[in-house]
C-alpha cells in the first residue's frame, strides 16, 4: 500500500508542476479578451472548489485504508455493526448541495455574461462578422466593410464582435479560445458569438466539432489589430483584392481545403445566412437579439418557408459534386 | 453497390484482419470438429437457458470486444504519439475513434455488466433463475448477433465514420455515403432490443422472485443497483429504438428527419442519442456501484454504511439522469436559461455521488480491511472515479464547457470516470465471482501486477489528456502539427496507453494460468461473504438452490453464519421444475443477424425473407408447449451430497 | 407448479402471473417508445419543406371509420375476456373473432390512406413532416399487423386446447396490448388528425 499512497503523492505533484510551467501553453486559461477572461475566471474558481472536495476524500481515504487494514488488527477482532448516522449522512448531503448551490450562483451569472456583449462594451455598436464553415474551411464575410475573407479572420481590439455561425453542411464548432468559448454552427439556423479582443495579437481559431475527413485541417487564424491597423487591412482588401462572385463562391464551397483567401464583396447578396434576424429589423439592439438567439431552437416552425431552402439545393449539389 | 466495393479493400491492416479472422474460424472450426465437442458447443452453450451460463457468454463476448476495442485504442494512441504521424489516415483514424466508442459502450460494458447480472442476481436473491429463461436467451442471442453485425463492418463495406454519437447531417447518406452507418443503426438496433428485453426480464425478476424474507430493503447492493439500472434501461432504451429507426429510414428509405432539406432538423438527432444517451452512462455506472458496494463490505468485514441513503442515492441518479441531456450540446446556443438549467441538474448528480463516496468510506470505518485483488479495484476506483466526477462537475458549469467541450479535456473526463467506474467495477466483479462461477480463485499474485499495471498504465494515459484539453486540443483530430506543442503530453500518454495494454494481457493470462494451477475451492465461500449467492456450492448446481433459502436479514448469509441461524429449512428435498433448453433462440439471433445485413446493403428480397423468418419463429414459440423438466428429489440429493460432503 | 385458485385463470400460477407482469413493464416500454415518436411528430409537423401540409392531406372520413373500427374491436377484446372468464369459449373465439376481423378492417383503411397519400405525391422522402407522419402512423400500424397474426395463433390455440393456464394467460396478454394500441390511436387521433385539421 505504501507504494500506493507515495505514487499518488508524485502524480498529484507532477500534475501541479505541469499546471503551473504550462500556464502559457494552455490558451483556455491565457485569455485576450473578456469573454475568455470570464471563463478562465470560472473554471479557475471551480478548480479551487474542486481540490477542496477532493482534498477531504482524500484525507479521508488515506485514514481509512492506513488505520483499518487488517494486518494491523488481531486476528479476533470483529468490526462492528454499523447502520449509519444520521447527522453525519446529513454533513455530507448539506455541505455538497451548498457547494452545488455556489456553483450553481457562479454558472448562471457567468454563462450570462458571455452570452451577452460583454460588461463595458454594450454602447458599442458591433462588427457584424458571418462566419460559415463549408467542407474543411470557413467563410468570413464583412456585410459592414462589404468584403470576405477565407481561413482568416482580422477583427479590431476593443471593439465587440458579433459573429454569425452558419453551417454549409456538417455541424461545426467555432473557437477561439484565447478570445471566449465555443459555439455550433448549423445548417438550418444562425447562431451568434459576441467576442471582444482586448489584446493584439494572431490567435488560434478552429473548428471544435468533428466534421469529416479534413476535420484536423479546420483552423483559422484570427488577428486582432488595432482599429487604425484594421482599417488600414480593410482598404488594402478592398484596393487588391477580387470580387467574389457567385460562381467564384460556389467553386470554392466544392473545394475541400483551401489556403487564404481575400474578396472585395461577400456572398450573403445571393447566398444569404439561413434565417438571418438582422435583415427583419433586429439590428442594433444587442440585447433582444441575444435573448432571441435563446429562443431560436424552439421555433424553427416557419423556417421551411425561408428562402434558404433555395440555398440548400444548391450547396447540396455542390457537395455531392465535392465527394 | 458493386461487388469490388463489397470487401473494404487497400489497407494490408485490414488484409490482415481478414487472414486472421479467416485463420481463427477455421481453427475453431477444425478444433471443435477434431475434439468432438459440436454436440458440447450446442447441448451445453448454445442452447442454455441457464442464467449462469448466459452470463458467462456475455463476459466472454464482452472480453473479446474489449480486445478489439483496445486494438483500436491503441492504434489511435499510435497514431498520436507524435506529430503529423502517418501511421493511420484521416479516414482510417475516423472510422477507428468511431468503432472504438461504440465497441466499448454497447459491446463490452454493457453485456460485462449484464454479463454480471444475470450470474449473480439470481443467486443474490435466492431464486432458481431468472423470471423469463428463454428470454434471457434470446436476449443474449439478439446482443451477439448485433456485435457481430456491427464487428463485420470492419471487413465488409466499411466501418462507421461520424463518431459514436453519429451526428447529423454528418451520419446522412449525404457526408457519409459508406454502409458503415447502416451498419451502425441496424446491429445497435438488433442488440438494442435484446437489452430492452433484458430490462423487462431482471425487473421482474428482482421484484417478484425473492426468497422469502428478502424484503426490498435486505436486498444486496448489486441488486439494488441492477434493478435501478434496468428501470433506467426500460425508460431510456426505447428512445435509442426510436433514434435508430429514423436513422435507418433517413439513409435506407430516404427519409427527412434529419436532412438539411425539406424540413430535416439536425439537432433533433442529437437531443434523440443524448436523452438515451445520459442515462445509458448511468447503466453501465451504477451496477459498478453496486458491486463496489458488496465488495468493499465483504473485504471490511462490515455491513454497509447508510444502506438506505445508498439506495435513495442511486434512486436520485437515475431520476436525474433523464434531466440532464442537453449538457451535452450547451454549444448549440439555446441560451443561458436553458444552459442554465441543465448545468444545475448536471451538478445536482455530484450530491448523490458524494453521498456513496462517503458511505463507502465509512463503510472501511472499524473495518478490518484486507486487499484481495477485488478489493484493490475498490480502493483504486474511490480517488480514481472522485477526481473524474469533480471534472464533470466543472464539465457542467455552461460557461467553461463552452471551452472544454470537444476538446482533450472532456475525453480525459469521460475516461476518467468510465475507466474507474465501470472497467474497474466489472474487472472487481469478475474477481470477485470468478470462484463462483468456476470453483477456483483467480492467482492472486498475477491479479495484483495486473492491477498495478492498469492503474499506472490508466493515470499516465489520461491525466496528460487534461491538460492537452487546456492547451486547445480538440477531440477526434487525426494530425496535428508539431507547433501546436502537443507532441510531449501525447507521447506520455500513448506510453501509458501501452502500459494499460500490458496490464489486460497480464489480466487474460491469469485466467489461463488459474486454470492450471489455482487451487479448487471446496466450500463455497472463499472469501468469507455475507450474500447468498456464497450459501450454494461453487461452480453452481444448474438448480442453484437445492432448497429456498430462508432471508431474516440484510446479508442473510453472513447473518447465518454468525447466528448459527440455518438458511435452509430442515427436511427432504423436493423436486426442482427446470426449463428445457432450446435452439430457437440461437436461430432467432442468426436470422436477425441475416435481417440486418441484408438491410444494411438495401437488398430488399432477402431482408424480408429474413423478417418473414422472424416471424415464423415467433409464431413457432407461441404454438410450442413445452413444460420444462424437472429434477427428482433424490438426484437432487445425490448432487448436494458430491458437491457438500455430508452436510446439510 | 404453485396454483392459486382464488385467482383468474389467467394468474393462477406463477409462472403466469409474472408473464402478465412484465408484460406491463413492455408496455411501459411501449409507451416511452410511442411518446418518442409524437415528440418527433410535434417537433417536426409543421416542418412540411416543399411539400403538402396536414391539412391539404388528411381526410377525416377515413379516419372516423379508422377510429370507429378501432374503438368497437377494443370493446369486443373485452367481452371476449369477459367470455372467457366465464369459461365459454365459443363466445370468446366469436368476440375474438370480430376484435381481429374489425383490426383487418383498419388496416384495410390505412393502408387505403397511404396509397392515396403515395398517389397525392405525399411520401416518406417528401419533407420531414411526412417522414414523421408515415413513421408514427406506420409504427402503430405494424403493432397492429402484428396484433393480428397473434391474436389469430391465439385463436388456433384456443380452439385447439379450450381454456387453460396458458392460452387464457396469453388471451388477457393479448388484450392489454389491443387496449394499448387503442389508447395509442387516440393520442394520434387527438395529436395527428385533429390538431392538423384545426
Known amino acids: 500500500m505504501k507504494n500506493k499512497k507515495r505514487w499518488l503523492f508524485t502524480s498529484i505533484l507532477i500534475s501541479i508542476i505541469m499546471l503551473l510551467s504550462g500556464c502559457n501553453s494552455m490558451v483556455v486559461l491565457n485569455p485576450k479578451g473578456p469573454v475568455a477572461k470570464t471563463q478562465s475566471d470560472t473554471i479557475i474558481f471551480s478548480i479551487l472548489m474542486m481540490a477542496f472536495v477532493l482534498l477531504v476524500v482524500y484525507i479521508l481515504f488515506v485514514v481509512m485504508l492506513t488505520k483499518y487494514r487488517a494486518s494491523k488488527t488481531s486476528d479476533d477482532y470483529e468490526p462492528p455493526h454499523m447502520e449509519g448516522n444520521k447527522w453525519l449522512e446529513l454533513i455530507w448531503t448539506v455541505i455538497p448541495i451548498i457547494i452545488v448551490a455556489i456553483l450553481s450562483v457562479v454558472t448562471v451569472r457567468t454563462t450570462n455574461a458571455v452570452e451577452k456583449v460583454p460588461a463595458g462594451y454594450e454602447t458599442q455598436k458591433p462588427l457584424v462578422i458571418y462566419a460559415a464553415s463549408s467542407n474543411w474551411k470557413w467563410h468570413f464575410s464583412y456585410p459592414e466593410e462589404n468584403i470576405e475573407t477565407v481561413n482568416y479572420v482580422n477583427i479590431p481590439t476593443n471593439r465587440p464582435v458579433e459573429f454569425r455561425l452558419y453551417s454549409y453542411g456538417p455541424i461545426t464548432s467555432f473557437w477561439v479560445p484565447q478570445l471566449g468559448g465555443q459555439k455550433y454552427a448549423m445548417s438550418d439556423m444562425v447562431t451568434k458569438l459576441n467576442l471582444v479582443a482586448e489584446h493584439e495579437g494572431s490567435f488560434m481559431g478552429k473548428n471544435s466539432n468533428f466534421s469529416g475527413k479534413g476535420f484536423a485541417q479546420m483552423e483559422f487564424e484570427v488577428l486582432a489589430q488595432t482599429p487604425a491597423e484594421y482599417s488600414k487591412w480593410v482598404k488594402d482588401v478592398k484596393d487588391t483584392a477580387p470580387k467574389l462572385t457567385e460562381e467564384e463562391f460556389n467553386k470554392l464551397l466544392k473545394t475541400e481545403i483551401v489556403g487564404r483567401k481575400s474578396y472585395t464583396s461577400t456572398h450573403l447578396g445571393f447566398a444569404p445566412a439561413p434565417m438571418d434576424m438582422s435583415e427583419h429589423g433586429h439590428d442594433g439592439d444587442s440585447k433582444t437579439e441575444s435573448t432571441d438567439s435563446g429562443k431560436e431552437p424552439m421555433d424553427h416552425s416557419d423556417m421551411s418557408n425561408m428562402d434558404h431552402s433555395n440555398m440548400d439545393m444548391k450547396d447540396h449539389s455542390s457537395m455531392e459534386s465535392g465527394h | ?648 | 407448479m404453485k396454483i392459486n385458485d382464488a385467482l383468474p385463470l389467467e394468474y393462477r400460477t406463477e409462472e403466469n402471473s409474472n408473464k402478465i407482469f412484465g408484460f406491463w413493464l413492455f408496455l411501459g416500454a411501449e409507451i416511452v417508445l410511442f411518446s418518442t415518436l409524437f415528440a418527433v411528430y410535434l417537433t417536426l409537423w409543421n416542418r412540411t419543406g416543399s411539400g403538402p401540409t396536414g391539412k391539404e392531406l388528411f381526410e377525416i372520413n377515413g379516419v372516423i371509420w379508422e377510429t370507429v373500427l378501432l374503438l368497437t374491436s377494443s370493446f369486443t377484446c373485452g367481452l371476449g375476456i369477459h367470455a372467457m372468464r366465464l369459461g365459454m369459449k365459443k363466445p370468446m373465439m366469436i368476440f375474438f373473432g370480430i376484435t381481429l376481423l374489425l383490426g383487418l378492417g383498419f388496416l384495410g383503411i390505412e393502408i387505403t390512406e397511404f396509397v392515396n397519400y403515395v398517389h397525392e405525391g405525399a411520401t416518406l422522402q417528401t419533407s420531414a413532416f411526412l417522414s414523421s407522419l408515415f413513421v408514427l402512423l406506420g409504427t402503430h400500424g405494424l403493432h397492429v399487423t402484428m396484433g393480428f397474426l397473434w391474436g389469430t395463433g391465439i385463436l388456433i390455440q384456443i380452439k385447439r386446447q379450450g381454456f387453460t393456464d396458458e392460452t387464457a394467460n396469453k388471451s388477457f396478454i393479448f388484450s392489454l396490448y389491443w387496449h394499448f394500441l387503442d389508447v395509442v390511436w387516440i393520442f394520434i387521433f387527438s395529436f395527428v388528425y385533429l390538431k392538423g385539421l384545426m
Open chain 2, 1 to 648: 453497390m458493386k461487388w469490388d466495393e463489397f470487401f473494404v479493400t487497400g489497407e494490408p491492416m485490414i488484409y490482415g484482419a481478414m487472414v486472421s479472422i479467416v485463420l481463427v474460424s477455421i481453427a475453431i472450426l477444425v478444433g471443435l470438429t477434431y475434439f468432438k465437442k459440436w454436440g458440447y458447443l450446442w447441448r451445453e452453450w448454445l442452447t442454455t437457458v441457464d442464467h449462469k451460463r448466459i452470463g458467462v457468454m456475455y463476459i466472454l463476448s464482452a472480453l473479446i470486444m474489449l480486445f478489439r476495442g483496445g486494438v483500436d485504442a491503441l492504434l489511435m494512441r499510435t497514431q498520436l504519439a507524435v506529430p503529423e504521424s502517418g501511421f493511420l489516415d484521416s479516414q482510417h483514424y475516423n472510422e477507428i475513434f468511431t468503432t472504438h466508442g461504440v465497441i466499448m459502450i454497447l459491446f463490452m460494458a454493457m453485456p460485462f455488466v449484464i454479463g454480471l447480472m444475470n450470474v449473480v442476481v439470481p443467486l443474490q436473491i435466492g431464486a432458481r433463475d431468472v423470471a423469463f429463461p428463454r428470454l434471457n436467451a434470446v436476449s443474449f442471442w439478439l446482443f451477439f448477433a448485433g456485435a457481430m453485425l456491427f464487428n463485420i463492418s470492419f471487413v465488409i463495406g466499411g466501418s462507421p465514420d461520424a463518431g459514436w454519437s453519429a451526428y447529423f447531417p454528418l451520419a446522412s447518406l449525404e457526408f457519409s455515403p459508406t454502409v458503415g452507418n447502416n451498419f451502425y443503426s441496424l446491429a445497435l438496433q438488433i442488440s438494442g432490443i435484446g437489452t430492452l428485453m433484458t430490462g423487462v426480464n431482471f425487473i421482474v425478476t428482482i421484484l417478484k422472485m425473492r426468497a422469502p424474507g428478502m424484503k426490498l430493503m435486505r436486498m444486496p447492493m448489486f441488486t439494488w443497483s441492477v434493478l435501478i439500472t434496468n428501470v433506467i434501461i426500460l425508460f431510456a432504451f426505447p428512445v435509442l429504438t426510436v433514434a435508430l429507426a429514423l436513422m435507418m429510414f433517413d439513409r435506407i428509405f430516404g427519409s427527412q428527419f434529419f436532412t438539411m432539406a425539406n424540413g430535416g432538423m439536425d439537432m433533433l438527432w442529437a437531443n434523440l442519442f443524448w436523452v438515451w444517451g445520459h442515462p445509458e452512462v448511468y447503466i453501465v455506472i451504477l451496477p459498478a456501484f453496486g458491486i463496489f458496494s458488496d465488495i468493499i463490505s465483504t473485504f471490511s468485514k462490515k455491513n454497509l454504511y447508510g444502506y438506505k441513503s445508498m439506495v435513495f442515492s442511486m434512486v436520485i441518479i437515475s431520476l436525474l439522469s433523464f434531466l440532464v441531456w442537453a449538457h451535452h450540446f450547451y454549444t448549440m446556443g439555446a441560451g443561458a436559461m436553458v444552459n442554465g438549467f441543465f448545468s444545475i441538474t448536471t451538478m445536482l448528480i455530484a450530491v448523490p455521488t458524494g453521498v456513496k463516496i462517503f458511505n463507502w468510506l465509512f463503510t472501511l470505518r472499524k473495518g478490518k480491511i484486507s486487499f484481495t485483488s477485488p478489493m484493490l479495484y475498490a480502493m483504486a476506483f474511490i480517488p480514481i472515479f472522485t477526481f473524474g466526477g469533480v471534472t464533470g462537475v466543472m464539465l457542467a458549469m455552461a460557461s467553461a464547457d463552452y471551452q472544454y467541450h470537444n476538446t482533450m479535456f472532456l475525453v480525459a473526463h469521460f475516461h476518467y470516470v468510465l475507466i474507474p467506474g465501470t472497467v474497474f467495477g466489472v474487472l472487481a466483479g469478475l474477481h470477485y465471482w470468478f470462484p463462483k462461477l468456476f470453483g477456483f480463485r483467480l492467482n492472486e499474485a498475477r491479479a495484483k501486477l495486473a492491477f498495478w499495471l492498469i492503474v499506472v498504465g490508466f493515470n499516465v494515459a489520461f491525466m496528460p489528456l487534461f491538460f492537452l484539453g487546456l492547451q486547445g486540443m480538440t477531440r477526434r483530430m487525426y494530425t496535428y502539427s508539431a507547433d501546436t506543442g502537443f507532441g510531449p503530453l501525447n507521447f506520455i500518454a500513448t506510453i501509458g496507453a501501452f502500459v494499460l495494454a500490458i496490464g489486460f494481457v497480464v489480466l487474460c493470462y491469469n485466467f489461463y494460468y488459474s486454470f492450471r494451477h489455482s487451487p479448487r475451492d471446496e466450500h463455497g465461500d472463499p472469501w468469507d461473504a455475507r450474500t447468498l449467492e456464497w450459501s450454494t456450492p461453487s461452480p453452481v448446481p444448474v438448480y442453484n438452490f437445492a432448497k429456498v433459502p430462508h432471508v431474516e436479514s440484510q446479508d442473510a448469509f453472513w447473518h447465518s453464519k454468525k447466528h448459527n441461524a440455518p438458511l435452509y429449512k430442515e427436511g427432504p428435498y423436493e423436486e426442482i421444475h427446470m426449463p428445457n433448453n432450446s435452439g430457437q433462440p440461437f436461430i432467432l439471433g442468426v436470422i436477425m443477424f441475416f435481417a440486418g445485413f441484408f438491410l444494411v446493403f438495401s437488398w430488399f428480397t432477402p431482408a424480408i425473407i429474413a423478417g418473414v423468418g422472424v416471424v415464423i419463429m415467433l409464431a413457432l414459440r407461441s404454438f410450442e408447449r413445452d413444460h420444462g423438466y424437472h429434477i427428482s428429489a433424490k438426484e437432487i440429493a445425490a448432487t448436494e451430497q458430491k458437491l457438500r460432503g455430508d452436510s446439510v
